[in-house]
T-cell receptor
Framework: DAGITQSPRHKVTETGTPVTLRCHQT?????MYWYRQDPGHGLRLIHY???????DKGEVSDGYSVSRSKTEDFLLTLESATSSQTSVYFC???????????FGPGTRLTVT | QKEVEQDPGPLSVPEGAIVSLNCTYS??????FMWYRQYSRKGPELLMY????GNKEDGRFTAQVDKSSKYISLFIRDSQPSDSATYLC??????????????FGQGTILTVHP
């Protein structure tokens, strides 16, 4: 499992509520990423981090924010959840000098 | 047009068949090419990783990159039912502000039946 865990693994929430997903890694990776996976779209990058407190936007960042206060934790927040954010969210990580990324098990989020 | 195109399938083959999975791309700056395998309700796991053009072999798996045609392939020999999964291609430009930004294909669903 590449030492990456995600919590919660499943969540159902209502439109308009804030939601925070957590990614935790034990391999001291410098870089961490959040993706969403939807049918017909593959994996799309939401936000990524290249160090503690250093983050940047990905392809589909609108409606999402992230924070990284420790190397091992990367949080994804949906500020006001919408039905279009129903998806499976994956966290990934890697270290400098390597392009391959290692993925967590995913969080299945349903916004009703 | 998407930057990376991958036929979503589904693809169904008998056990023992040779499977060919393909992706085309439009960004000539892509230098790193990966194949991930994803079992149902699991995270993707790295299967093959290549840099620039050429072939790479690992057991029953062979990855090919043809940068002149902007085309990559994954071949699976002697396919097994345990190979049934979704296969995702991914690629990245070389360093700088693009470091770590993978662009994925949509994934191909493969079923190998006994």
């Amino acid at each position: 499992d590449a030492g990456i865990t995600q919590s919660p693994r499943h969540k159902v929430t209502e439109t308009g509520t804030p939601v925070t997903l957590r990614c935790h890694q034990t391999e001291n990776h410098r870089y961490m990423y959040w993706y969403r996976q939807d049918p017909g779209h593959g994996l799309r990058l939401i936000h990524y981090s290249y160090g503690v407190k250093d983050t940047d936007k990905g392809e589909v960042s609108d409606g999402y924010s992230v924070s990284r206060s420790k190397t091992e934790d990367f949080l994804l927040t949906l500020e006001s959840a919408t039905s279009s954010q129903t998806s499976v969210y994956f966290c990934a990580a890697n270290s400098g000098g390597s392009y391959e990324q290692y993925f967590g098990p995913g969080t299945r989020l349903t916004v009703t | 047009q998407k930057e990376v195109e991958q036929d979503p399938g589904p693809l169904s083959v008998p056990e023992g068949a040779i499977v060919s999975l393909n992706c085309t791309y439009s960004n000539s700056a892509f230098q790193y090419f990966m194949w991930y395998r994803q079992y149902s309700r699991k995270g993707p796991e790295l299967l093959m990783y290549t840099y620039s053009s050429g072939n790479k072999e690992d057991g029953r798996f062979t990855a090919q990159v043809d940068k002149s045609s902007k085309y990559i392939s994954l071949f699976i020999r002697d396919s097994q039912p345990s190979d049934s999964a979704t296969y995702l291609c991914a690629m990245s430009e070389d360093g700088g502000t693009s470091y770590g930004k993978l662009t994925f294909g949509q994934g191909t669903i493969l079923t190998v039946h006994p």
